[in-house]
Antibody, heavy 117, light 105 residues
Framework: VQLVETGGGLIQPGGSLRLSCAASGFTVSSNYMSWLRQAPGKGLEWVSIIYTGDSTYYADSVKGRFTISRDTSKNTLYLQINYLRAEDTAVYYC????????????WGQGTLVTVSS | DIQMTQSPSTLSASVGDRVSITCRASQSISSWLAWYQQKPGKAPKLLIYKASNLESGVPSRFSGSGSGTEFTLTISSLQPDDLGTYYCQQYYTYSTFGQGTKVEI
């Protein structure tokens, strides 16, 4: 099992970004998948989840600005981030959930998003 | 929202010590709690799930206990490889993490 995030970078406030998480060793669409983030020097924050049945949920802090999705043909998870704010600066991790329990058994290495003018 | 509070924030111990980290939930979460270890610059690693179940491949010196609102992660004999920050996570309602406990050796 491997998860590899890409797409991070330096972006101006108000901008948009799409993060990708390429999976190998398992099928993304057959698993609950999540995005989490960690601001520099801070703790972990759950951001979003997508169920096998396409239901999605978001933390209040990102609702309406972030969209989680997946591409079955590419076995890849995405996070579309719009209207970026300085407080969105963080390392973003994708993670696989164990069955339908909301704990995370495999994590990617993370991708850094820096929001600054 | 369910708040998770860990103590202590920092823990300094010696190799071979028995150490414990406490995690308290703002309301009962039954046993829906996980523990993770994060080393500097790395992703978190799952150690314990459902409060006391040891993840496959994790050394048996790690153990978890508790239910309801109070939980404990114990390392029976601290090893140099155990340095890092430890986080608890509730998954009773959505998901929230504690603020972390940094273990120094």
């Amino acid at each position: 099992v491997q998860l590899v995030e890409t797409g991070g970078g330096l972006i101006q406030p108000g901008g948009s970004l799409r993060l990708s998480c390429a999976a190998s060793g398992f099928t993304v669409s057959s698993n609950y998948m999540s995005w989490l983030r960690q601001a520099p020097g801070k703790g972990l924050e759950w951001v979003s989840i997508i169920y096998t049945g396409d239901s999605t949920y978001y933390a209040d802090s990102v609702k309406g600005r972030f969209t989680i999705s997946r591409d079955t043909s590419k076995n890849t998870l995405y996070l579309q981030i719009n209207y970026l704010r300085a407080e969105d600066t963080a390392v973003y991790y994708c993670a696989r959930l164990r069955g339908d329990s909301w704990f995370f058994d495999y994590w990617g290495q993370g991708t850094l998003v820096t929001v600054s003018s | 929202d369910i708040q998770m509070t860990q103590s202590p924030s920092t823990l300094s111990a010696s190799v071979g010590d028995r150490v414990s980290i406490t995690c308290r939930a703002s309301q009962s979460i039954s046993s829906w709690l996980a523990w993770y270890q994060q080393k500097p610059g790395k992703a978190p690693k799952l150690l314990i799930y459902k409060a006391s179940n040891l993840e496959s491949g994790v050394p048996s010196r790690f153990s978890g206990s508790g239910s309801g609102t109070e939980f404990t992660l114990t390392i029976s004999s601290l090893q140099p490889d155990d340095l890092g920050t430890y986080y608890c996570q509730q998954y009773y309602t959505y998901s929230t993490f504690g603020q972390g406990t940094k273990v120094e050796i």
